[in-house]
């Protein structure tokens, strides 16, 4: 049996703020296997960004562990790709400068990562905007920009802080298929945060459930719908009882 | 694919009825032009003498008069304010660079640095003459006095005025500190050192004129003190007018420099959202 790429066990996090102890997750336990994508779900405030802030490094987690390809790295910053909830584009570079911005940190020769950066541009639905200036773009193409910068981070895993939680329902729409189609691919393994359990349930193999703060994961849900996945599937029954169990894991009643 | 409706082509910003450097010129030019005209007929009508108030035709010629006399004057004040201003310039990014490296140093400088900037520059102008002279050195020191605060001020605001989640974004990426420092701190602090150095220039020209009439061999400061000692109101009005264009010149100078150096800040696109809320 593989190991996972991702596994968390028994992770807590608290934060002091002004004396007040917040409690932002609780026993966190969790894997996802190579390859897999896995959509987070769960209501506001639940540590779902807490949770990738401890994966990606930024933050060390009070108790438990976080093992990435079976390790426990001391350091793991630099080691998956993280998009977080705001685009974050660097205002003051272009559109291909922002996108190169992984490779310039490693050092890749900037002819070498122009080259590469320009051959995803078509993909992402940004050739003739590479010189353009951040402001200048529209909302889904600046989260698109985000994403090709994260793609081009090479890691194997991307971590996806609601990257469409801004955006209009048509656009989101357009992106999620957009994405599944990237996805499959390149093939890396997502895990995916969204608080939009249709979202979650049309673009993951398995969706986690958190509870309210302190969040706990309160359900793991293999979602049951053929791939590639199509706007169709989302009128089916199966959707629809799938659907229910997820609201019913985040206690809202149907 | 189809992506939603996107925005047209960066270039194709919607052209204005008149060029913009017209509406910007057109209303403090009429307004220049207003008070000059009336401060003319004031000082024919007034029967004033014209040591006390002299009109803007005898200014004119008196400074046409004396030209001899003022274009050395510019040149030395020139100099004393560029080099002044290099040094300050120099002088207040390493300062607010060696502030934002280690918090002890910050904490010994800043209130050194605010003590410098109230310290009185006619008081301490004419020790700086004692001390070293009436040549170059003690103007270059009272513009460096003047110029130097408002830049590391805003220098060192900037450079903390960069968005936390950008730092942990390239932290995450594993980007050293040196790397953050380049490629988020420096440009984020960049528009609050040009506004810095937008003050500090308006600021030099009268330093360096002030060290000049306290002790000096040369400069419009000297015209300016001579003039009114001979009671030639019209020629300290003419040493007047030249300082403040000369600082004006610099003011603009610097913006021009900033817009080359900053275009992504100063896109057409957010001209046009300033415009919009009135701001611009
Ligand atoms: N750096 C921080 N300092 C203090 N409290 C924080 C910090 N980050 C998050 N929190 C708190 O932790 C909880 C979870 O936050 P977050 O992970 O952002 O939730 P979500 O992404 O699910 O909306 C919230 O109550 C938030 O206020
Ligand atoms: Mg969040």
Known sequence: MTAPRLELRHVSKSFHDNGLVVKALEDVSLHVMPGEFVTIIGPSGSGKSTLFNLIVGLLEPDAGEIRLDGRAYRNRTGRVAYMPQRDLLLPWRSVLDNVILPLELRGVPRSEAYRQAREMLPLFGLEGFEEAYPTALSGGMRQRAALLRTILTERETLLLDEPFGALDALTRRELQDWLLGVWSRFRQTVVFITHDVEEALYLGDRVIVLSARPGRVVRTLTVDLPRPRRRGLITLPEFGRQEAILLEALGISV | ?280
């Open chain 2, 1 to 280: 694919m189809n992506f939603e409706a996107t925005p047209t082509a960066p270039a194709s910003i919607s052209p204005h009825r008149r060029p913009r450097w017209i509406r910007e010129a057109f209303p403090p030019a009429l307004l220049i032009g207003f008070v000059v005209l009336s401060w003319q007929v004031v000082a024919e009508r007034s029967g004033l003498p014209a040591f006390i108030l002299p009109s803007p035709a005898q200014v004119w010629r008196a400074g046409w008069e004396t030209r001899d006399l003022l274009g050395p004057a510019i040149g030395t004040t020139m100099l004393e304010t560029a080099v002044g201003l290099v040094i300050a310039l120099l002088l207040a990014v390493a300062i607010a660079a060696m502030m934002d490296f280690s918090p002890f140093l910050r904490r010994a400088l800043y209130p050194i640095l605010v003590a410098s900037q109230t310290v009185q520059i006619l008081a301490i102008a004419p020790l700086l003459i004692i001390w070293f002279g009436f040549g170059l050195l003690p103007k270059v020191i009272i513009v460096v006095l003047v110029c130097f605060f408002p830049m590391a001020v805003s220098t060192t605001d900037g450079l903390t005025s960069a968005d936390p989640d950008l730092i942990a974004l390239l932290r995450s990426m594993g980007a050293t500190r040196a790397q953050v420092w380049r490629i988020v701190r420096l440009p984020a602090a960049l528009p609050s050192f040009f506004s810095g150095l937008r003050v500090a220039v308006t600021y030099s020209v009268v330093g360096a004129t002030i060290g000049e009439w306290v002790g000096g061999s040369a400069g419009l400061g000297l015209y300016m003190l001579r003039s009114k000692n001979a009671l030639a109101t019209d020629q300290v009005f003419v040493a007047m007018l030249i300082t403040t264009l000369l600082s004006i010149g610099l003011f603009v100078l610097v913006y021009l420099i900033e817009r080359a150096a900053l275009p992504w800040y100063y896109s057409a696109q957010r001209a046009e959202q300033w415009e919009e809320t009135g701001i611009y």
